[in-house]
């Protein structure tokens, strides 16, 4: 199903060709089977409060393959910050198993228009995580997007990820021929400040689709669509049975 959108791309701009979605999607594909891409993530080592982490110590015994980072979070109950140790391995059982991603055909219908509003200072909007048994964490919504899809209007709120707005959102072919979590989209900024495009060709898997070492965080009510978008990446594709993280 094509979208019924208010503003649709009309000014020559090439962000949704076929040509640029095919480049895109063989990025992906090296993205995700790289030696810290999404498959290879093996562990995430949550350490003991007020311990630190030690990449050297963790190197200790592992295979050459293995590449070991350290990540930071708040701790939900304390609100302090909380350390941990990322393990990483280049020859993964799901980097062997790996085929593709599916995804639905190319549609530049579905490359939209969208008016931006910045947020004087930002807002701090809850998102709740995949993995944190119903908790919530707060992350910043650097202002609002909005467009009128199939004659509804909404309002979505995308984080700041590393200064790139990322877009967390759901619709009804979650959970059926998408992630049942949701999917990600990278909004992509114009020179104009208060417009910005939607490219659900674009739309992606979450990293926690590919490895349950990851915590993703979830779409809020306001990002879930109404209509299918049929659009984006669908599901990981394994070989010889082995399991999907779903």
């Not at 980097?95 to 055909?105: G, L, Q, S, T, W």
């Not at 659900?200 to 490895?211: D, K, L, M, Y």
Request: charged share 25%; proline share 9%; aromatic share 8%.
């Amino acid at each position: 199903m094509s979208p019924t959108v208010s503003h649709l791309t009309s000014d020559g701009i090439d962000g949704g060709s076929v040509g640029l979605w095919h480049a895109w999607r063989a990025e992906r594909h090296r993205s995700l089977t790289s030696p810290t891409g999404n498959l290879a993530l093996v562990e995430t080592r949550w350490l003991p409060a007020g311990e630190r982490p030690d990449v050297e110590e963790a190197r200790v015994g592992q295979p050459d393959t293995v590449t070991v980072t350290t990540l930071q979070r708040t701790d939900l109950v304390t609100g302090e910050p909380e350390h941990g140790l990322r393990l990483w391995d280049a020859e993964s059982p799901a980097i062997h198993h790996f085929d593709r991603v599916d995804a639905f055909p190319h549609d530049p219908a579905w490359l939209i228009e969208a008016t931006y509003t910045p947020v004087p200072g930002a807002r701090r909007v809850a998102f709740e995580h995949l993995r944190d048994n119903g908790g919530t964490r707060e992350l910043v919504v650097p202002g609002d997007i909005t467009l009128a899809v199939d004659g509804r209007d909404y309002t979505l709120s995308a984080f700041d990820d590393d200064g790139t707005l990322l877009l967390v959102f759901g619709d009804p072919t979650n959970g059926v021929s998408t992630y049942g979590a949701g999917r990600f989209l990278f909004v992509q900024r114009t020179q104009d400040e208060h417009r910005v495009l939607l490219d659900f060709n674009r739309a992606f898997v979450p990293p926690c689709g590919f490895s349950d070492q990851y915590n993703c965080p979830m779409p809020p009510r306001q990002n879930r669509f109404h209509l299918p978008i049929e659009a984006g990446e669908k599901l990981p594709v394994f070989r010889d049975g082995f399991p999907a993280q779903h």
